[in-house]
Structures are given as C-alpha cells and as structure tokens.
C-alpha cells in the first residue's frame, strides 16, 4: 500500500473532529468569516482540504446573500409608486405692472415780461415761493406810470398834428383823388396832352362858324346900304332905304334887318356853338381834375408817410397806454404755482425795461413726471394707461399722456423713449424736481388661465407643462400671453381643471405612472 493510500484511508476511518471552527455573519456593510486553526498539524494534507472547503462554502453563502439583497431592491423598485403634487389650472386676472422712476416737473412754466418800461415798486416773492393763483407777485412804481402815460397821450397828439399840417398842403377833389388812385402819372400826362389837342379843334370849329356867321352879317349890311347891287349907295342916287320894296310889295329894309339881326344873335346863340363850348369846359375841367392828380402823384408820398406815420403812433401809443393802466394793478399770479427763477437785477426799485423777464413761475396746477423707457418695455405701454405715482412717499394717480415718437441715447448708451405722465390729482405738497417712482399698469388680462411662472418648462420646441392625465405623466405644449415675474396667461394648451404637475419634475417622463398626492 502507497503512502498516499494509507493517508486516504486512514482520513476517511478516523476523522478527528474540528475545534474552535465557526461563521459569523453581521448585518449591514460589515461581515467577517473566521477561519478554522486546528490543533492538528497543519502539514497534514488532509487538514488542508478541510480548512478550504469550509472557505468557499462561507463565500457562497454571503454572494447568495448579496444576490438577494439587489434583486429585493430591484422588486422594490418596480412596485414602488411615484407620488406628484399638482395645481389646478383656473381662469384669473394678471397684469404686468412695469416700475420705472423719473423726475417731478410742471406741464407749464411761464415768464412774465415787463409791458411797460417803469421803476418796480415791490417785489413780493423770491425763488422757491409756492404761490396761489391771484397773489401779487410784483408791482411798478406809480408816479413813473403817471409819466409814461402823460408821453404816450402827447407822442398820438404830435402825429395828429404833423399829418394835419402835410394834408392840408396836398389837398384835391375826390375826382382827383379818383384819378391819381386808377391812373398812373405817364397816363395822366397823355390824358392831359389829348385834352389839349381836342380843345384846340374844337375852338377852331368855333371859330370857322363865328366867321361864317359875321361874314353873312357883313353881306346883310351891305344889301341895306345897296339894295340894287350896282355897287352905289342908295343914299347917294336919292333913295331911302325905307322906300325900297321886293316884288310882292313888302319892305325889303326890314326883312334886310331881321335877317341881321338873326345873324348877331348866332353869334352868342348858337346851338351848335353852345355846345361846343360846353365841351370845352368839360375837357378843361377834366384838365383841371388831372393836374390835381398829378399834383398828388408827386406830392402824395409825403401825405401817405405823414398818415402812415400817425396810424403807427396811434397803434403803439394806445397799446402803451393800455398796458400802462394794466400795470396800474400790478401783476399777479395766473395759477398755484411756485418761483423757479427772477433775474439778479430784478430788485426793489429797479428800472425795467418794455420785454424783460421779471419773474418765471412753474405751474403747481399741472404736475408731470419725466420718465425714459427702454425699447424691451416700449411695446408694454401705451397713451392713457394708468400709473400709481409715488412722491415723497405719498401717492397720487396718472396716467401716460405721451410717447416721444423718437428713441435717445441715455447716459449708458442705451437707447430709451422719453414718456411723460401725468399727475391727474396733483396738491400743493408736491415738491418739483425730485425722483418719482411710477408703477405703470400696463398689460392686463381678466377671466383668463393664470398659472404660476414656475410651473411652465422651455425645451428646443418651445414651451410645455407636464399634467396628470388617468394616473399618466402628459406633456401639453402651451402659449404664454402677458407675462411677469411670478405669473404667465396660458392663452393656448391648457383647460380649466388640467391637473399641473407642481413638484419637481426633472426625474419624470411623458408615459411616466404616477399618483397625485
């Protein structure tokens, strides 16, 4: 018998027994395994075998083991259930307030000039007095206005005078007047040429009849003187002229004397003559009229600038004078306001001139706000929106009344739209110049979905809100409308009642079960 098999043998007919071998097991991430050290020398084969085979059985136990516990975290992991809190979508209200400061000016401001050149009296206010509408802000000396009056009234009387004196050396018919108003001076010089033509032929017709008339009254007298015609006076062969008589008997004498005395009277009488001589007092009239006008062409200018003259100093000097008996009254306040500026020179007792700036008043009546409004809230606001204005800590109403149809570069570069609103119900405890702080309330929606901001997820599609539909994860693509900083309207994707996932949901996915808390 080998070696080996008396080994064998002997190990499988006496099989000592193990001593201090045992496995102990802790729960949680520690575990130890003890190993077996027997008494019996360890140089014996048989004690090897043994000591092994007690390792791999304690290994074996403790990879069961481990295979239990995942397998039990994986089983507990696909029956374990999702819970999700969630906010029912409900229609609401929301508007987008935009708060924005700016400066406290006036709507107006006005200066009031001097309308008189005239010592001040009293100066009753100073830069910075609040005033009400009627108080007396200043007033002129009163003797100094006496004086400016008494000048006045003289300067209107010395141009009365002065036009009076050149009229009465220009002075014409209202013919004259006629003419020298339609006609120019060449034309009026022709016109009197002509007439003198036409008086000269007309004179001559006169004349050529006259010496036909005294050329018949001639023959006449020689017929009395010689009725026969032999060229011998009657008287000289002894014959009356009474004595001479025409065939039918009648006396030729005095047929002979009326003929001539017709003739003489023709000579005064003359229809045709008449006429002509009244056309030639016409035609001197005429003449008469014109050189009058021509008078007033040369010498008119000196009457139009003498009257041009008085209506000039009557039109300024009645100003003066009513504005001097205005300044009478001094000059008040035309609406609450207060003082913003009086020139240095303007004290008690100074000399102001007709023009010049006595006191310029900001009015308290009309309270704006001077804001600038960058290009991103432009498209927010608009003409009549409403605006709680704070001043000082008190606040009054407004309303935007204007939009600057151009865009400037603030302090920073950035373009901004300079906007105005206005104090709707401004009082006297407004101070100009100082910052107010605005809430503009511009965009507004009613009996709309409101949801909070934080609710609505952006991907690359665009936006989206997760909702529990049947105990299901559902991705519903949604349209913001007006927005702010804690609240969005749905306008489209959402109903009321949708059932929005409100807790975390970066682990959650579309298909995903989950249960409403």
Not at 139 to 151: F, G, P, S, V
Not at 325 to 339: D, H, K, L
Not at 507 to 512: K, P, R
């Amino acid at each position: 018998m080998s070696k080996v098999d008396e080994v064998k043998q002997d190990t499988s007919v006496t099989e000592q027994p193990e001593v201090n071998n045992e496995i102990k097991e802790t729960t949680g991430s520690e575990m130890e395994v003890y190993e077996d050290y027997d008494t019996t020398d360890l140089s014996d084969s048989a004690g090897k075998k043994k000591k092994f085979k007690k390792r791999y059985v304690v290994l074996g136990i403790v990879a069961l083991a481990a295979i239990g516990i995942i397998a039990g975290v994986l089983n507990s992991k696909k029956n374990s259930v999702v819970y999700v809190e969630t906010y029912a979508a409900a229609q609401g209200t929301i508007e987008n307030v935009i708060s924005i400061s700016g400066t406290v000016q006036s709507a107006e401001s006005k200066s009031f000039f001097s309308d008189v050149t005239a010592p001040l009296e009293k100066i009753n206010v100073k830069v910075g007095d609040k005033v009400k509408t009627g108080d007396m802000l200043y007033t002129y000396d009163q003797e100094a206005l006496d004086l400016a009056q008494k000048n006045a009234e003289l300067a209107i009387k010395q141009a009365k005078g002065s036009y009076s004196a050149t009229a009465a050396g220009a002075t014409a018919s209202s013919a004259a007047q006629g003419y020298a108003n339609t006609m120019t001076l060449a034309q009026i010089n022709d016109r009197i040429d002509q007439i003198t033509n036409e008086i000269e032929a007309v004179n001559k017709q006169i004349t050529e009849k006259q010496n036909r008339i005294n050329q018949t009254i001639d023959e006449l007298k020689k017929v009395q003187m010689d009725y026969n015609q032999n060229r011998v006076s009657d008287s000289a062969e002894g014959y009356a002229a009474t004595d001479r008589k025409d065939s039918d008997g009648n006396e030729m004498y005095l047929q002979t004397q009326e003929a001539l005395t017709d003739a003489t009277a023709a000579l005064t009488r003359d229809p045709q003559i008449i006429a002509w001589q009244d056309q030639i007092t016409a035609l001197k009239d005429e003449a008469s009229r014109l050189g009058e006008a021509k008078s007033l062409k040369v010498s008119g200018g000196n009457v139009q600038s003498a009257k041009a003259a008085l209506d000039t100093t009557q039109l300024n000097q009645e100003d003066t004078l009513s504005k001097i008996e205005e300044a009478r009254a001094g000059v008040s306040a035309e609406f609450n306001g207060v003082v913003t500026a009086i020139p240095a020179n303007v004290v008690d007792g100074a000399t102001v001139t007709a023009g010049s700036m006595v006191v310029t008043l900001a009015n308290l009546d009309e309270v704006q706000v001077a804001i600038q409004v960058s290009k991103s809230d432009l498209p927010k606001i608009s003409v009549g929106q409403k605006v709680d204005v704070t001043i000082n800590n008190k606040t009054y109403e407004g309303e935007i009344s204007k939009i600057s149809g151009t865009a400037t570069k603030n302090a920073n570069g950035v373009a901004v739209v300079d906007t105005v609103i206005v104090v709707t119900n401004p009082d006297d405890e407004i101070i100009l110049g100082v910052e107010a702080n605005n809430k503009i309330h511009a965009e507004k929606a009613e009996n709309t979905i409101v949801l909070p901001y934080e609710y609505v997820q952006t991907d690359s599609t665009g936006d989206y809100v997760y909702v529990v539909e049947n105990g299901i994860v559902t991705r519903k693509n949604v349209t913001i409308g007006i927005s702010n900083s804690t609240e969005a309207e749905i306008t489209e994707g959402l109903s009321n009642g949708d059932a929005v996932i409100s807790s975390d949901v970066s682990t959650l996915t579309e298909g995903m079960p989950v249960q409403v808390q």
